[in-house]
C-alpha cells in the first residue's frame, strides 16, 4: 500500500521552517554552510566548539510560556516540529477525527540527558528521593509523543520507536502497517534529536574512523559533528489522500528493514543493506534504473569507506543516481538523520516540477546491524513559497 | 489475512526463569518481591523492589557475549533465547530473513546510562567509557535478540513506556497476519534503576514492601525488572512443523489519552477496549478473564476497573494482577501478562491477586482473584497495558485452536 507525505515539518541548526532548512541546504551548495558556535548552551564542557545545533531555540517566544518549564529539549523540538506539520498539512483536529490521527516518532535512548540529570540528582541531592516530580515524564522515551498527544489533542495511536540512525526508516515501516490496518486515518511520523552535552560527548567518544570501511571491520556511524534537527511528516493512505484532494508532497511506496547480525564488526553490513535496497525497489516495483536519486545517511560516498556507498555499488554498479547527502550540512543527528534525509529530498522537489514523479532511495543503517530503506516519488509543490 | 498463535514463552523473572518456574510461582501465588541490591538505597525510606537477584545471562544466552550489552538487553536476549527452546524452533530452518524481532521497552539502557552518569560525576564527560555508551542505544534491546537468535529479519524496539510489550505483541501479530514473516519474537525488557525508584517515589506511587493491586488500602507500585518474550508464528507455520500452540492471538487495541503525562483515563481505557475487541471479533461476554495493567496505584485500579465496569458491565470476568507478586516491571510487563495469560488459557487456571485483604468500597461485585490462584476454564482472555504518556495498549489472546 502507498503512503502519501502531504504535509511537513523541519527545524535544525539553521532555525524552524523550511525556508530555514532550503536556505542552509542553498549556503551549503555555495560551500557557505557553517556550524554554529554551541559553547553558550552548556556550563557543561562540550567536545567541540561547534555543533550543527539550533542554538537560538526560545521555548516561550515559540511555545510560550504555559507548561513549557518542566520540558526537555527534545519534546520542546517535537512539539515545534508537530504543530506545524499540523499547520503545514491543514489537518483538521476535532473531536471527529482526533482518535484517527495518530503520532510515530523516532528517537535513540528518548532524552539521554534528562536520564542522566535525573540520575545525577538522585545521587548528589541530601535526599535520594528529592528530585523534581514534573520532570520525570521527560526521562521515559515515550515522552515527546505523549506530550505532542497532549499539546494537539491527537487521541489516536502515539508510539515512539527507537532506532538510532536508523530510527526513521523504522518509523515509516512502523506507520505504514499502522495505516495499512486501518488503526489510524493519520499520522504525525517523524523523529528528534537534541543537542545536549551529553549526546555531543557520545557523538564524539563513540566516533571510530569517521566513517565505517566497507570491510565493515572498525567503522561507526557516528561520523562529523553532533547535529540537532526534528523533521515531522503527515502520512495517509495514498489513495484516500488523492481522493480528498490533497496536496502531495511525497508518495511513500515501500520500506524495508532487515538486520545483518554481527553488525559492523561481523562484516554482513553492506551485504544486508545491499539486499534491503532491493527489497525495497522490488516491494515498489521500481527497476534501479528508474531511481533518480540516493538520499544517503554517510558523508561519504566512497564505497571504500561508506557501508552506504558500498551496497548502492553493489546494486547500482556504476550506473549511479544522483548524491544527496544532507550529514555534512545538518550534522550527526543520530535518530533525525532518515526525516532530514526526506526533509533534504522534499527540499530537492520544492517549486521544481520539471523534478516531479522522480523517484528516490533512501538508505540507512546502524552499527549494531540495522540496515533499512525507502522508495520514494517526490513532487513540487505547486504556488510555493519558493516560486 | 493468516491466523497467529504463540508457539513458545520466555520469562526470566524475579518469580522464576522459564516457563516452568513461572508458572510454579504463579499458581504459588510467590512474591518477587525483595531489598535492592543493583544501587545503593541509603536515604530511600522504601528499598524493596522485584530484582532479578540470580540472573546468569551466559547459563542462557549462547551467541550473545554478556559483557558487551547491557542488563535490559540481556533480559530480552535471554527472554528471546527461552522463548525459542520453549517453541523448538530452530530459526536457520525457518529462514532468518523470515524471522522479525519486536521488543518494547520503558527506559533502555537505563543502568547503563546510570553508570555513565557516575562516571560523568566522578571525572566528567570525556571520561565516559566508550564501550558503555556503545551499549546505551534503545534499539539495542531489539538488535541484542535478533542478534542472538540469529534473525536477518526486522528488529524493532517499541518504547511506548509500560504499555510497550503489548505494542510489540500487536505488531508481531500484525507481521505475521499480513504474511510479512513466519515467525517473530516479540516482549519486552527493563532494568530496575535509582532514578526510576527515586521518581516513583517523589510521585508518591512507589509501595514500601508489598504491591496490593485492587485492596482499599494500596499505595502503589514498586519498581521491578525482567525480560520476557513469546515466540508467534503463522498457526499455519505452526501447524506445518506440529508446534504446540499456546494460545491465539486475536487482535489487539491502540489509543492515546492525549490529557495527561501520568494520570490514568478511565473513559479512553474503556475506549481502547472496545478498540481491541472490535479488532479481535471478540463481545466483552466472551472474555473469561482480565489480566490487568493493575499496578497498584490508587489512580490507576480505580480507572481500570472503571473502565472495566463502563465496558463490561454489572458482571465483569474475573480481573487479576500479577503485578501483585512481580512488581510493575514496565516494559516488560505486558509482555508477563501474555505470558500469563498463555499459561491461563493452557494450564486451565486463574493467576492470583496477592497481598489483598480488604476490598476498595468503590469496586464491590469485583473478583480479583484474592491471594490463592483457581482452577478455571478460559477461553479469551483481555491483557491490559497502560503507559506513561497515556500509551494504552490491550492484547486479546484465546484459547481452543
Known sequence: MSLAITGWSVLCSAGIGVDAFTGLL????????????????????????????????????????????????????????????????????????????????????????????????????????????????NTVMNCAAGQAAIWFGLKGVNATIAGGHLAFLNVIDYTANLLRCGYADTILAGAVEEFTPHNAW???LTRGNGTAGASGSNGSNGSGLAGEAAAVFVIERADEARAAGR?????????????????????????????????????????????????????????????????????????????????AIVGDCQAAMGAMQVASLLAWHRGRPARDGAVSLITGWTDDGGVGAAVVKGWNRAGSDRG | MHRVVITGVGPVSSIGIGVSAFARSLRAGRSGISPIASFDTTGFPHVCAGEVHDFHPEQILRRLDARRWGRSTLFAAAAARLAVDDARLDVDAVGADRVGVVIGT??????????????????????????????????????GVSEEIGAAGESLTISTACA???????????????????????????????????????????????????????????????????AIETLDHARARGARIYAEILGYGLNCDADHMVAPNASNIAACMRVAHRNAGVRPSDVDYICAHGTGTPANDSAELRAIREVFGDQPPPVSS??????????????????????????????????????????????????????????????DGFAFGGNNAIVVLAGGV
Open chain 1, 26 to 137: 542553498d549556503a551549503h551548495g555555495d560551500g557557505a554552510s557553517r556550524a554554529p558556535d554551541v559553547r553558550g548552551l552548556y556550563e557543561d564542557a562540550l567536545p567541540a566548539a561547534t555543533a550543527h545545533a539550533f542554538v537560538d531555540l526560545n521555548v516561550r517566544a515559540t511555545l510560550g510560556r504555559k507548561n513549557t518549564t518542566s520540558l526537555d529539549r527534545r519534546t520542546v523540538l517535537a512539539l515545534i516540529a508537530c504543530r506545524d506539520a499540523l499547520g503545514d498539512g491543514g489537518v483538521r483536529v476535532d473531536d471527529e477525527t482526533r482518535h484517527r490521527i495518530g503520532v510515530t516518532l523516532g528517537t535513540t535512548w528518548g532524552s539521554l540527558k534528562a536520564m542522566s540529570d535525573y540520575t545525577k540528582e538522585s545521587l548528589l541531592e541530601d535526599r535520594p528521593y528529592l528530585v523534581e516530580p514534573a520532570r520525570f515524564p
Open chain 2, 164 to 230: 510497550a510489550s503489548n505494542y510489540a505483541l500487536g505488531y508481531a501479530y500484525d507481521r505475521l497476519a499480513h504474511g510479512d514473516f513466519d515467525v517473530m519474537i516479540a516482549g519486552g525488557a527493563d532494568s530496575v534503576c535509582q532514578w526510576v525508584h527515586a521518581g516513583f517515589y517523589r510521585l508518591g506511587t512507589l509501595a514500601k514492601d508489598s504491591c496490593a493491586p485492587f485492596d482499599r488500602d494500596r499505595a502503589g507500585i514498586l519498581t521491578a525488572e525482567g525480560g520476557a518474550a513469546l
Open chain 2, 106 to 143: 520503558t527506559c533502555g539502557e537505563s543502568q547503563v546510562i546510570e553508570a555513565l552518569t557516575k562516571q560523568i560525576l566522578r571525572d566528567g564527560f570525556a571520561a565516559e567509557s566508550p564501550d558503555l555508551l556503545r551499549q546505551s542505544p534503545g534499539n539495542r534491546l531489539a538488535y
Open chain 1, 247 to 327: 496536496r502531495i508532497d511525497a508518495d511513500v511506496l515501500s520500506v524495508a528493514t532487515g538486520f545483518a547480525p554481527g553488525g559492523a564488526a561481523g562484516g554482513r553490513l553492506r551485504t544486508s543493506l545491499a539486499g534491503c535496497l532491493r527489497r525495497a525497489l522490488a516491494r515498489a516495483g521500481v527497476a534501479p534504473e528508474a531511481i533518480s536519486v540516493i538520499v544517503s545517511s554517510d558523508a561519504s560516498g566512497d564505497a571504500r569507506e561508506s557501508v552506504e556507498a558500498g551496497a548502492v555499488a553493489d546494486v547500482f554498479g556504476n550506473a549511479a543516481p544522483v548524491r544527496l547527502a544532507p550529514r
Open chain 2, 322 to 383: 500479577i503485578k501483585s507478586m512481580l512488581g510493575h516491571t514496565m516494559g516488560a510487563a505486558s509482555g508477563f501478562g501474555a505470558i500469563a495469560s498463555a499459561l491461563a488459557i493452557t494450564e486451565g487456571f486463574l493467576p492470583p491477586t496477592v497481598n489483598w485483604r480488604a476490598p476498595d468500597p468503590d469496586m464491590t461485585g469485583i473478583d480479583v482473584v484474592p491471594t490463592h490462584a483457581r482452577d478455571a476454564r478460559i477461553r479469551v482472555v483481555q491483557n
Open chain 1, 202 to 204: 557520545a557523538n564524539d
